[in-house]
Every structure is written in structure tokens, then in C-alpha cells.
């Protein structure tokens, strides 16, 4: 099973930048595609960017060129730099990654795995 741990959320002005991280423990085979999502209130849960693990990364549009995902598999950890950060960003943000695992003899390919979540608001 996979844990997902984040952190790197808080309070920012506009304009300012925050980086979250979030790193995978547990027991697995390997992780995959990594990714964050964000859930403002009263909205659907939507993919800010992901990244897999050849590092082809892909963003929503309305983060493009301001945010930028990286992975470092060594420890498997994901990042999310953003910069420029404006008030509709704010957002609980999520880690999500799928990973292959095995448990109680069985493997799952590809299995999908959320953090807890971190606040992430910006505010003047």
C-alpha cells in the first residue's frame, strides 16, 4: 500500500509563489504517473498537472506557465512550484498517484492513491 504525505500549503498574497511537495511511502513495486488536483468550495475536484515517470508532464490551462511539476523518483516525491499565484487558486490541493502494488498476494497494476490534502489560499 501506498501513503501519501504532503506538504507546503499556507496563506500567499497574489503574485507570490508556494511549492508543495508531497512523497510516497509504504510498500509497492513502483510508482507511476504522479499528480495534483485541487478542490475550491462548492466545485468539482480538478487536475492541476501530472507527471509520469519519464517525466512527461502535462497542465491544466489555467496554470500553464505558471506552475511547474517536477518529480524526484529517488525519493519519490512530487513537487508543484507555483508561481504567480492569483485568488482563484485557492484550493485544497491533493497528491494522486497510481502505483503498482502488491497485497495479500494479488497485484494491482497501476493502483490510485490521494493525500490528505492541503490548503493552499491566496488572499490580500
Known amino acids: 500500500q501506498v501513503q501519501l504525505v504532503e506538504s507546503g500549503g499556507g496563506l500567499v498574497q497574489p503574485g507570490g509563489s508556494l511549492r508543495l511537495s508531497c512523497a510516497a511511502t509504504?510498500?509497492?513495486?513502483?510508482?507511476?504517473?504522479m499528480a495534483w488536483y485541487r478542490q475550491a468550495p462548492g466545485k468539482q475536484r480538478e487536475l492541476v498537472a501530472d507527471i509520469t515517470s519519464d517525466d512527461s508532464t502535462n497542465y491544466a490551462g489555467s496554470v500553464k506557465g505558471r506552475f511547474t511539476i517536477s518529480r524526484d523518483n529517488s525519493k519519490n516525491t512530487v513537487y508543484l512550484q507555483m508561481n504567480s499565484l492569483k485568488l482563484e487558486d485557492t484550493a485544497v490541493y491533493y497528491c494522486?498517484?497510481?502505483?503498482?502494488?502488491?497485497?495479500?498476494?494479488?497485484?494491482?497494476?497501476?493502483?490510485?492513491?490521494w493525500g490528505q490534502g492541503t490548503q493552499v489560499t491566496v488572499s490580500s
Open positions: 494522486n498517484s497510481h502505483a503498482d502494488v502488491v497485497s495479500g498476494g494479488i497485484f494491482y497494476r497501476d493502483d490510485a492513491y
Open positions: 509504504g510498500s509497492f513495486l513502483s510508482i507511476n504517473t
